[in-house]
T-cell receptor, first 115, second 111 residues
């Protein structure tokens, strides 16, 4: 497709289980970002990829969170031993890297509910 | 200090009103600026980029003041469909193309 694609769109998991969230960016976009958004709150930065490397992973809230990107394309965000406070919408965005005004395009998000 | 600061509102305005949102950013090396719109339970989408000379798109006008590190968005003749959260965004592309989002300003346009 032409846009950023995320899967699954919704995920309900039991506390303590691991989950994997997937992001398929716009073709050719070298930059990829993960954010999370709790209900009624702003965007919380998690991690940024440039190609397959992550120059900024400062936003990952704990060592239960990890992310990888392969082939400069698809990215997976993994949350181990999920906790109830992990419940949020996880948003992925991608962007070109160029001088000047390069916007970020968002996927529709994965709504994670930990019960 | 946060990279981007916005008044969270909420702003409740009648149809036809003019409303202005302001945003300040902390890093003078910020290089690109945007306003995004986020509807309830939807992803953010670009509303408009903000250029140094100021720019207009229909009822929307964006302005940038680099000296004061300040960005504004003016909406004229508000419509019910303008009800949303407006996010101020700054971008630094010389150190890795990082985007910094404000927490958003909530607007409700009332009939």
């Amino acid at each position: 497709g032409a846009g950023v694609s995320q899967s699954p769109s919704n995920k309900v998991t039991e506390k303590g289980k691991d989950v994997e969230l997937r992001c398929d960016p716009i073709s050719g976009h070298t930059a990829l970002y993960w954010y999370r958004q709790s209900l009624g709150q702003g965007l919380e930065f998690l991690i940024y990829f440039q190609g397959n490397s992550a120059p900024d992973k400062s936003g990952l809230p704990s060592d239960r969170f990890s992310a990888e990107r392969t082939g400069g394309s698809v990215s997976t965000l993994t949350i181990q031993r999920t906790q109830q406070e992990d419940s949020a919408v996880y948003l992925c965005a991608s962007s070109l890297i160029r001088q000047g005004s390069a916007e970020a395009f968002f996927g529709q998000g994965t709504r994670l509910t930990v019960v | 200090r946060k990279e981007v600061e916005q008044d969270p509102g909420p702003f409740n305005v009648p149809e036809g009103a003019t409303v202005a949102f302001n945003c300040t950013y902390s890093n003078s090396a910020s290089q690109s600026f945007f306003w995004y719109r986020q509807d309830c339970r939807k992803e953010p989408k670009l509303l408009m980029s903000v250029y140094s000379s100021g720019n207009e798109d229909g009822r929307f006008t964006a302005q940038l003041n680099r000296a004061s590190q300040y960005i504004s968005l003016l909406i004229r003749d508000s419509k019910l469909s303008d009800s949303a959260t407006y996010l101020c965004v700054v971008n630094k592309w010389d150190t890795g193309n990082q985007f910094y989002f404000g927490t958003g300003t909530s607007l409700t346009v009332i009939p």
